[in-house]
């Protein structure tokens, strides 16, 4: 389980065309990076996927489900979690509460003993736990924001930037976390523009620009050819 198919999606802000007969297939277990310029539709087809935003064509399949047109709470249930751009926790809340909030429907101790599980993952946090959300720093605020996406042990989890704003020992942590989470079956897409730090721990990725997916490859190759990943993305000179 943790199969996601998207097929032929088409997905328009009112008049304008974002994305374009858009097909991708990640199987379980396998991590995939989704790269492209700013602006290139990464974070929507995101949304599409989850059912934040309608499709206007085209199908949405987790675990070989129909889910096109699914309310985001219902895809949710089917073992999916997002980790939005740009690490948005609530400021109000502590660190405990912000955690507490994906697993809502656990006993009061098995809450307990799931964020200390999760928290072995970022030790940062431990001693951060009845401090304000709003009151960290941003490479803090993307580490709870993980930390809530896996505490509902996702089969399935759709990552928008998740290394923006952590530090290169963080990334590191991180890294070593997806491909031990993966060899469990965890299936991952990560959208990245720090292309480097994402391909190296991706099977295969797929590229957008111009609303279409302009390649498709294994990340090994890309890698190891700067040049063509520059075409895919539509630039000069890749950023690695
Ligand atoms: N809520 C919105 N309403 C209208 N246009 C939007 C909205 N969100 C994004 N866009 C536009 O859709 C395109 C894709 O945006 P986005 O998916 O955020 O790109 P990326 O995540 O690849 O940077 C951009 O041209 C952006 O300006
Ligand atoms: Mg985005």
Redesign the pocket.
Known sequence: MGSLEVKNLDVY??K?N?LNDISLYLDSGEVVALL??????????I?AIIGLLKPARGVIRINGTDVTGWPPKKVLELGVSVVP?GARIFPNLTVFENLKISILNSSESKVEDKIEEVLNFFPQLKSRLNQKGGSLSGGERQMVSIARALLRKPEIMLM?EPFAALMPKIVEQLKELIISLSEQNVTFLI?EQNIKQVLEISNRAYV?SGGKISCEDSAEKLLNNPEELARCMGVHAPRM
């Open positions: 802000y009112g304008h974002v492209g310029r700013n602006g290139a539709g990464k974070t929507t087809l949304k751009q928008d959208i957008l």
